[in-house]
């Protein structure tokens, strides 16, 4: 559809709009002063969104669970758990997070536990007007400024070159789907003026400038994909490596998981004194019932690769940290998803205790290799 632009003058309007259809996730802090993605936060929540507020945790667990059942084997056949979500909104999806999802989508997309909880979910991105601490979304496409086909709103809010800025500043509202247009049933507003969808691309021009120079993040994606980081300098990054998953887990591009059978030890304690045949085949046969259960793994495990055999292909903690950003930065991966794995969040480098995110290992390469 041919996308549609309003004028928003209050953003607590279409929360409460939303909210009423939607069980409705928003970025907020709780006691700890932790900021997170939350669900119906209380009215007098202040609902936090922008650059300054990338949640530590991305919203990837919404859609591929840390945990969940995918089927039931009950000895002769089996049976798929598929989740059953009422309609969920999430508000304020930065476009970092947003073209992660839009990864996610190809990596899992025959894959119904994972589609399931994608054609229940609204997404409300929000455009930022400036860098976050570690982000360098603009060097891998990811921002910082939401694409159409990542979102189903989209909410802006800018002022033209060199107006003065007064707040609060109207709010550009595009619906670029059917299923956000559809979403604003009931709400009346304003039709935006043709020129402001190029005052959004001018406007994020002007934030482009903020960022640092991170060239040598591309200096040391062409290092990677020409093979020329010598074995010792992968050596020497992943003795700094403790295992923790740290960077797997909040990577909101990562998809590594294991899966786990589970039985069912309620049925074991099953005692009845007197049962016919009938009940006795029965109880037989729940006994044996087992639950497939999917997990997140991570690559950085020593046992990620072990096989039945006992060969382990990665049983070094240097092939582990090479394949790691060999998948994060290959141009191999380019033509089935289109893009890096890595959408420039920082996130790994914001977490790592040992000090080998993102931005060190990048210039780390880039020292010993590019000059």
Not at 154 to 162: D, H, R
Not at 283 to 311: I, L, M, P, Y
Request: glycine share 6%.
């Amino acid at each position: 559809m041919k996308n549609q632009l309003f004028i928003l003058n209050d953003i607590v309007l279409l929360q409460q709009h939303l909210a009423k259809h939607y069980g409705l996730y928003q970025i907020a802090r709780d006691a700890q002063g932790e900021e997170s993605w939350q669900e119906n936060a209380p009215a007098n929540t202040l609902a936090l969104y922008g650059q300054q507020h990338l949640p530590l945790v991305s919203p990837k667990g919404f859609f591929f669970a840390q945990n969940e059942a995918l089927y039931e084997f009950d000895g002769e056949t089996f049976a798929p758990i598929i989740p059953n979500l009422a309609p969920r909104a999430l508000f304020g999806v930065q476009a970092c997070d947003l073209t992660a999802i839009s990864y996610q989508d190809q990596f899992f997309k025959e894959d119904p536990n994972y589609q399931a909880r994608r054609e229940q979910s609204l997404l409300v991105g929000i455009d930022c007007t400036g860098p976050c601490e570690k982000g360098f979304c603009p060097q891998v496409n990811a921002g910082p400024q939401v694409a159409n086909e990542h979102a189903d709103l989209i909410l802006s809010q800018f002022t033209q070159q060199g107006q003065e800025v007064v707040h609060p500043t109207p709010w550009l509202l595009i619906a670029t789907s059917v299923k956000g247009l559809d979403s604003l049933q009931g709400l009346k507003f304003e039709t935006a003026p043709d020129n402001w969808q190029h005052l959004r691309s001018e406007f994020k021009e002007q934030v482009l400038t903020q960022f640092a120079d991170f060239s040598y993040i591309n200096n040391s994606i062409e290092t990677i994909n020409d093979n020329l980081v010598p074995a010792q300098l992968w050596e020497e990054l992943s003795v700094r490596c403790l295992g923790c998953s740290g960077c797997t887990n909040l990577c909101p591009t990562c998809s590594c998981y294991s899966v786990m059978d589970l039985k069912d030890e309620d049925i074991k304690d099953m005692d009845q004194k007197d049962v016919n045949q009938k009940d006795v085949n029965q109880k037989d046969n729940e006994s044996n019932k087992q639950t497939t259960v999917r997990f997140w793994d991570s690559c950085q495990f020593d046992g990620f690769q072990r096989e039945a055999s006992g060969h382990n292909p990665s049983h070094m903690a240097a092939q582990r940290t090479e394949r790691f950003w060999f998948h994060k930065f290959s141009d191999d991966y380019l033509p089935e998803f289109g893009r890096y794995g890595c959408v420039g969040c920082g996130r790994c480098e914001q977490t790592c205790p040992g000090s080998i995110g993102v931005h060190t290992v990048m210039r780390r390469i880039e020292q010993q290799c590019c000059n």
